[in-house]
C-alpha cells in the first residue's frame, strides 16, 4: 500500500490519468481542509459549547444543530474564493450560494449536507460530510436550474467519516479510495486503494421501526431475511442501522451489506426521507464505483432527472446481489 497525502494521490491522478485537471485537484484539497476543520470542530464537543441546537430550523424544516450550522460555513468560506466554483448548494440553505462578485468563477458546482447524522452528535456517534460535484453547463447562471443534472453527471463524490478515525472517501469516477486523516501531521493519507463491495451480504441496514409503512415488496424482503435460516433464503442474517448514513455506507463499503430507506407511507408525501443531490447521488457513485448498485427500488439511482434541489428519493444500495434481488421485488 502506497501510503502516499492527499495532494501526491491528487497530483499523479492528474498526471497519468486525465480523470482530474488542476481546478477539480484544487477543490478537492480545499474540500478536505474544511473537512478536517469540521473533524476539529466536532472533536471539541461539550467543551467548546458546540453541541446542542442552534435555535433555528433549516429548508427542511428541520432543527438545526450548532455543528450544523458551523459545518456549512466552514464549507462556504473555505470554497467562496478559491476560483474553482460557479456555485454551492447546501442541504441547510433553502438556495445556491453565489460566488461572490470580488472572486474569480470556475466552472464546478459544489454539493454538499454538511453534517449528515447531525442528531447523533450529541451522543457522541459517527457523523459526516457529504459532498457532490458537477460542472456548471455553458453559459448558465449558477441557479437552482444549474444544479439539476442527474447523477450520472457527478464528476466527483466524496464524504468524511468523523469517527474513531476522519476518513475521506472519495472517487473521480475511476475507482473509490479512501485517505485517513493524519493528525498529527495534519493530512490525508491513502489507506486503502480501489476498494470493492462484496456482492452477496448477509447484514442488511433498515429502520425495522417503520415496517409497518414500507410498501410490500419491502415487507417481503425484509420478512424473508428476518426468517434467517428456516425462511426461503435458507441462511441467517444480520442487522444494523446507525441512523447516520454516512457510517451505514462506510461499513457497506468496508465488508458489504444493503442500505434500505425505502418509500414509507410516513414520507409518501416528499418523495421518501433522504435528499437525492447531496446525500444519494454522492452516495450512489461511491457504492457503483466501488461494483455495488443503488436504486431508487425501480430504476438506477444515478439516472433519476432531478425536479428540484432538495428533492427527496427512497434509497437502496450497497451489495449488488441483494439491491438487484429487491429491485426485482418491486418490479413483480
Ligand atoms: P431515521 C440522518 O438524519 C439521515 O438523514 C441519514 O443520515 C440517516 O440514514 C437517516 O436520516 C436516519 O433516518 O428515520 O432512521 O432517523
Redesign the pocket.
Known sequence: MRHITLSRFLIEEQRSKNVICGDLRLLIEVVSRACKAISIAIGKGGMADVLGSAGSDNVQGEVQKKLDVISNEILLEANEWGGHLAGMASEEMELPHAIPNRYPKGEYLLLFDPL????NIDVNVSVGTIFSVLRCPEGMEPDEKAFLQPGTQQVCAGYAVYGPTTLLVLTLGDGVNVFTLDREMGRFVLTQENVRIPEDTREFAI?ASNMRFWEPPVQRYINELLAGKEGPRQQDFNMR?V????A?VHRILCRGGIFM?PLDSKTLAKGG??RLMY?ANPMSMIVEQAGGRATDGRRPLLEIQPESLHQRVPVILGSKNEVERVTAYHLK
Open positions: 449528515d447524522g447531525s442528531s429502520n442501522w441512523a447516520s448514513m454516512v451505514d430507506y426521507k433522504l446525500e
